[in-house]
């Protein structure tokens, strides 16, 4: 089935350093979704990623969709304490399907 | 408040019990999804619905059930608990099946003793 791959699981950043995850999926993604999840909370939705080559940013955060729709990007610039969390990826369970499956995520921690 | 409510925030339950999950999706949703997450396994899709209707299926184990009521709230039914279903229980709703992102309740953890 489908599967959704995500790396690094885990990543340590000084305060304005970047940072990236990346995600992978084993087939063609009619889409992809963004979302993070704080210390003790729920998923957030942060965006949805539609065409091929797609790139999206939000404030310092930046996203990409590859060409293939296979795999995609998260990008934050100047890492801000307020970043730490854990960012998930998730595609849709199959060609028909709407539930999505996620990527394991990237926890993220930053220090100061 | 996201809009999604589940209830009960917390539940410790002992081996071989039966629970029950309650989850009220977003005024206007019509989609209800629930996950399973624990440390070592992310987020696992267990079952969705849409409008009262079982729509699509993750890996939900047969000990475990759902539905959709016409009010739009769901149950998640959990039986014969096991040590290894201690993990936290999300629901998120959709306002439609597709393009459009999930809104997550705040879950529900349940630990099995």
């Known amino acids: 089935g489908q599967q959704v791959m995500q790396i690094p699981q885990y990543q340590h950043v000084q305060e304005g350093e970047d940072f990236t995850t990346y995600c992978n999926s084993s087939?063609?993604?009619?889409?992809i979704q963004w979302y993070k999840q704080r210390p003790g909370g729920h998923p957030v939705f942060l965006i949805q990623?539609?065409?091929?080559?797609e790139v999206k940013k939000q404030k310092r955060l930046t996203f990409q969709f590859g060409e293939a729709k296979k795999n995609s990007s998260l990008h934050i610039t100047a890492t801000q304490t307020t970043d730490v969390g854990t960012y998930f990826c998730a595609g849709p369970q199959n060609q028909a399907g709407t539930a999505l499956i996620f990527g394991k995520g990237t926890t993220l921690s930053v220090s100061s | 408040d996201s809009g999604v409510t589940q209830t009960p925030k917390h539940l410790i339950t002992a081996t071989g019990q039966r629970v029950t999950l309650r989850c009220s999706p977003r005024s206007g949703d019509l989609s209800v999804y629930w996950y399973q997450q624990s440390l070592d396994q992310g987020l696992q899709f267990l079952i969705q619905?849409?409008?009262?209707?079982?729509?699509a299926k993750g890996n939900i184990l047969e000990r475990f059930s759902a539905q959709q009521f016409p009010d739009l709230h769901s149950e998640l039914n959990l039986s014969s608990l096991e040590l290894g279903d201690s993990a936290l229980y999300f629901c998120a709703s959709s306002v439609a099946e597709g393009m459009s992102g999930y809104t997550f309740g705040s879950g529900t953890r349940l630990t099995v003793v």
């Open positions: 990623l539609v065409k091929s080559g």
């Open positions: 619905y849409y409008n009262g209707e079982e729509r």
């Open positions: 087939t063609t993604l009619s889409n």
